[in-house]
Structure formats: C-alpha cells, structure tokens
C-alpha cells in the first residue's frame, strides 16, 4: 500500500522533475542573483571583462591604490598650492610639507622632496599676469641641486606669485 501511494502521489504532482541541462545559463539567472560569494577563486580574470566595463563610479574610493596600476601609468606623487610669501596651504595641498617650501629669494621658489621626481608642473594661482618656470635640474636661485625650483615673473622681472605645483 505505501508503494502505491507513493506512485498515486508522484503522478498526481505531474511527475518527478527532470532538469532540461545540466549548464547554468545566462538566461537561467534572475538578473542581480549572482553574488561575489557565488564566484570561485580566480573565476573573473582581464580577458572575461569588457573594455570600459570598470570605471570611476564603480569602484570603492581608495580601492585603488598606486601598487595596483601597471606599468607606465603616472600619477601625481605630489601637489601644494604655495602662497606668494612661500607658505603651503595644508588644505589643499598633499605630501608637500610647509618645511619643504623655501622662497630664498623674490620670485624664486624652492621645494625639498623625499623622493626623486620624474616631472612637475606648475600654474599661477588668481593671478594670470604671472610667467613660471620649474625646473628638476636647473637652479633659478638659490636651490639645492636635489630640489625643485620655480620662478615667477611678471613683465617687469621676478615677483612673488601664488601657484600650484603638481609633482610625478
């Protein structure tokens, strides 16, 4: 009798159920269901991702950090934004120290790094009658030769100019 019933109960039900595939398809996943904890070790590798697919607004701030970029990529290592009198404006300015900043002289800025530079670029800050020069090598006056020197002029010679100076 219980065998019977169980053949009765099978039957009503329409049937053991028998999967059609044994790959799970894109079109077998509700979209959003798979998870990070779904994937395997190793399973999302460069080649199975789209060109573009990752970009700024998907990724965690700081997720990123320089070890993680490959070869050839630059970026800045460096930036302050230095007042006319040779300060640096904490607040807007990162792994430049205000004892790194020196004005030796009028127009002639210096600053000390702890790491050797590949290039710098420098921009008059509120002042657009302003003409700069950086140089990694050569002394505008004043510098020690390990560091980077800028000079501001206007059309009369050497003035003391707000900048920014952005380091790689």
């Known amino acids: ?19 059609t595939h044994l790959t799970v398809r894109t079109g077998d996943i509700v979209n959003g269901q798979v998870k990070t904890p779904d994937l395997g070790k190793g399973a999302v590798t ?5 060109n573009q697919a990752i970009n700024s607004p998907k990724l965690k701030d700081g997720g990123v950090l ?3 970029l490959g070869n050839g990529v630059v ?6 934004l230095v007042n006319a009198d040779g300060t ?17 002289q009028t127009g002639i800025y210096c600053v000390d790094l702890p790491f050797t530079p590949l290039s710098a670029q420098t921009t008059p800050h509120a ?15 004043g510098c020690a030769g390990t560091e980077v020197s800028i ?4 059309s009369t010679g050497l003035v003391d100019r707000a900048f920014m100076i952005v380091i790689f």
């Open 88 to 104: 640096v404006d904490a607040a807007r300015s990162k792994n430049i120290a205000a004892s790194a900043v020196t004005n030796p």
């Open 1 to 19: 009798m219980v065998v019977l019933a169980a053949v009765v109960s099978i039957g009503a039900w329409g049937g053991p159920a028998i999967a």
């Open 75 to 80: 970026a800045a290592r460096a930036l302050a």
């Open 66 to 68: 320089r070890k993680d």
């Open 127 to 141: 002042n657009i009658n302003t003409t700069m020069n950086v140089s990694l090598a050569f002394d505008f006056g």
């Open 151 to 154: 000079s501001t002029r206007n």
């Open 46 to 50: 460069r080649p199975k991702v789209a």
